[in-house]
């Protein structure tokens, strides 16, 4: 037995026929991954296609007959949702939620994140546990109890209930992620920073959130989405002055029907922010949730 | 800032001096208070405000102990909700995460791996609202409006090539009969005779595009020939009964020749004039000749997805659209950090890839696996936007879920902040053990 064989399979060349087969797979591969890929496109273009089909069209017909009839395209829909000053209140309304509650999670979070990652305190490792068991804490046990809360401080109904809301339950995975990542920064950066005689806040705005950002991007474009997308707080706290754009949606659902220009137009304008910070920040996005995604 | 410098030089934080302490307690206090406040009075607080209000009733007036927590799993609405729930939890979870690793695992060699994951992961951005439009868009019931309906039909369309005329009946006066959808003679035919079928009742436009202009024929021995022919002339005028030009013959028609002890004795299908020969038969017989109730009923019919029986199952898929990706970007970014010496150790072995995948890559994979499936459970039980949007309201009670019943008693014109409470405890306690297992892992994590 020479030494060739006795390696046996190490050494082996594939046949003829193993090759086919692998390519054949594959192919296989491929052409599954593709159709998968169709049917998970489906659903949206199917969206911005009955978005551009006047209503009328879109009563008789499907969103696919515009592929025979592309004299059906017409920009009319959003034309009139950008003309009506409930949508054009709402969209100012998500934005006027989503900026403030981003920076506020953001700056709260991370100034608790580095204090338990860097500062000596009593109970340090039991807060942290509380802030890790509220990770998971359902948004509905706080509903009830909020909306009595902000209606004695006359809040209910504003801008500001939500995000006081949002930014309460967006803290605690805020404060995990950038603590976790805190606690990374080498002990030496620290040391040299107070050996040189920077104060708490010098290192903090200085060292760490400089070294932190990409971790503070992650979590801004998540905590942004998040509060973007949200329809249930909303929906609860706001009224028809200070509702964003989900909210004004969801109020045409009743008739499907014959709102479909205005929900499949509405729905669609809601999703291009976010599609836009998706695809530009994307490496974030999921950074954020590879780094402990529990909401 | 002076202050800040004065303070005694490399003070590691664990042996900081006696005289920084208030100092010290006023710094950390000033970086933590922030989040204590906003943790203990918007969440804390409230849960604790919410397992109390629970015990009380809708007013809140009056202590009645356990009595809603009863309520909610005697009631039919709230129960429906809970089972609603627990299917979910079963169902979503798992389904995202064997897509998820399938996902995966396939898309490691792929040459357009990037653009598969973003067209997959898409979804994750956009809202729940958004996704609900989609989905009750797509699963309409008419198969003119809903794609998978129209899918649907397309596809059985290929599958049966008769054509069909729901709504035809006979021309009265012409010998034949309309009985529970069968359109037959009156008497028997005997073969070598010549059966015309003029019917009415079909709208011009749905006439199929290869009718011709009706078309006479004769009939052989032991044949029994005819025309099945819309007795209609568009714009009007021309004979009843009689084959005329401008009358469209009806293709795609089965005609049967039934002899008397009710067997079919032939068949035939008619061409694009309308006409039939239907050959073979006993010159001796007479038979009835008749146009089955297939010609006529409603054709293929598209599926009532939002309907009570499907509306979980559409909007779990609606679920698993959106919550794919986010499986197969965890598991992903496993694989990718993962040690592959023992796969390739194995396959000098001689393993199979099957038995790779299943024996060595699945067991490495399982802290990611356990991480996505938990993230899930928690995600599927407090599931409201989709739920809310997708049903109808003939179907909103088969979808209930208890986010949703939640908000409906407490806001939704339910009126019974009590009962509300209860279901927002129920989902509290459904996650502990998930809170649990997160603070397990961490502890771990540390102790490493």
């Known amino acids: ?295 | 800032m002076t202050a800040v410098a004065a303070a005694p030089p490399a003070p590691a934080p664990e042996h900081a001096p006696e005289r920084g302490g208030w100092r010290r307690f006023a710094i950390t206090a000033a970086f933590l208070s922030p989040a204590l406040v906003f943790l203990g009075a918007f969440v804390l607080y409230p849960i604790v405000y919410t397992v109390v209000r629970s015990l009380f009733d809708r007013t809140g007036g009056r202590f009645v102990g356990f009595d809603n927590y009863v309520t909610m799993f005697t009631n039919d609405t709230t129960f429906t909700a809970i089972r609603n729930n627990v299917i979910w939890v079963i169902v979503a979870p798992a389904a995202c995460t064997i897509l998820g690793l399938i996902f995966a695992v396939l898309i490691e060699k792929l040459a357009w791996k990037t653009a598969f994951r973003l067209i997959i992961f898409m979804p994750m951005a956009i809202s729940m609202l958004a996704a609900g439009v989609i989905f009750r868009g797509l699963f309409q019931e008419n198969p003119n409006l809903g794609a998978v309906n129209a899918a649907i039909v397309a596809v059985q369309g290929w599958f049966s090539d008769d054509a069909n005329y729901p709504g035809a009946g006979p021309r009265e006066g012409t010998g034949i009969v309309a009985d529970r959808g069968v359109i037959s003679t009156e008497s028997a035919v005997e073969p070598g005779s010549v059966q015309n079928f003029p019917l009415t009742g079909i709208r011009q436009s749905n006439l199929p595009e290869e009718a011709t202009d009706a078309v006479e024929v004769e009939a052989g021995d032991g044949e029994i020939a005819g025309t099945v022919f819309l007795d209609v002339i568009r714009g009007g005028g021309g004979t009843n009964g009689e084959i005329e030009d401008g009358k469209s013959g009806l293709p795609g028609i089965r005609v049967d020749a039934v002899a008397p002890d009710g067997s079919i004795a032939g068949f035939a299908t008619t061409g694009a004039g309308g006409e039939y020969t239907i050959t073979g038969l006993d010159a001796g017989q007479s038979y009835t000749v008749a146009l089955p109730a297939s010609n006529f009923d409603e054709g293929a019919q598209g599926v009532s997805w939002l309907s009570a029986s499907f509306i979980n199952a559409v909007v779990i898929l609606s679920y698993i659209w959106i919550w794919a990706g986010f499986a197969m970007v965890m598991i992903a970014s496993g694989l990718s950090a993962m040690d592959r010496s023992l796969q390739e150790a194995a396959r000098m072995d001689g393993a199979s890839e099957w038995k790779v995948f299943t024996k060595i890559t699945v067991p490495l994979l399982t802290p990611v696996l356990i991480v996505v499936f938990v993230t899930l459970i928690i995600n599927v039980l407090k599931i409201f936007d989709l739920v809310y949007v997708i049903p109808p309201g003939a179907s909103k009670p088969a979808a209930n879920v208890i986010a949703v019943e939640m908000w409906t008693q407490s806001f939704g014109g339910g009126n019974n902040q009590g009962l509300g409470s209860a279901l927002a405890i129920l989902l509290l306690v459904l996650v502990l053990p998930s809170m649990i297992m997160n603070v397990r892992r961490f502890r771990q994590e540390k102790a490493r």
């Open chain 1, 1 to 295: 037995m020479t030494s060739a064989e006795a390696l046996g399979i190490v050494t082996r060349k594939k046949t003829l026929a193993e090759r086919i087969l692998d390519g054949l797979g594959s192919t296989v591969v491929n052409i599954v991954l593709l159709i998968v890929a169709l049917f998970w496109l489906v659903p949206s273009v199917g969206l911005f296609l009955t978005s551009l089909r006047s209503a009328g069209d879109n009563a008789e017909s499907g969103w696919w007959t515009i592929f025979t009839k592309p004299a059906e395209i017409t920009i009319q829909n959003y034309a009139n949702l950008l003309q009506n000053p409930d949508i054009t209140g709402s969209i100012w309304n998500t934005i006027v939620i989503s900026v403030p509650t981003t920076i506020l999670v953001v700056l709260i979070g991370s100034l608790a994140g580095y204090a338990f990652a860097w500062m000596q305190f009593p109970g340090r490792d039991w807060l942290l546990i509380v802030v890790i068991v509220l990770l998971a804490v359902p948004i509905q046990v706080a509903i009830i109890p909020l909306a009595q809360l902000f209606g004695a401080l006359g809040i209910f109904g504003s801008v500001l209930g939500v995000i006081l809301f949002h930014t309460a339950f967006g803290l605690p995975f805020a404060i995990f992620l950038l603590r976790n990542f805190f606690t990374e920064v080498p002990g030496e950066l620290i040391e040299a920073a107070r050996i040189d005689g920077a104060g708490e806040w010098r290192i903090f705005f200085r060292v760490m959130l400089p070294l932190a950002m990409p971790a503070v991007a992650s979590l801004a474009i998540f905590q942004f989405l998040w509060t973007w997308n949200d329809m249930l707080v909303a929906l609860i706290f706001t009224n028809s002055e200070s509702m964003p754009l989900t909210v004004a949606i969801q109020s045409q659902l009743r008739q499907f029907g014959s709102n479909i220009d205005v929900l499949s137009a509405g729905a669609f304008l809601s999703m291009i922010v976010p599609l836009i910070v998706f695809f530009a920040f994307q490496r974030y996005f999921v950074q954020a949730m590879l780094a402990g995604s529990q909401k």
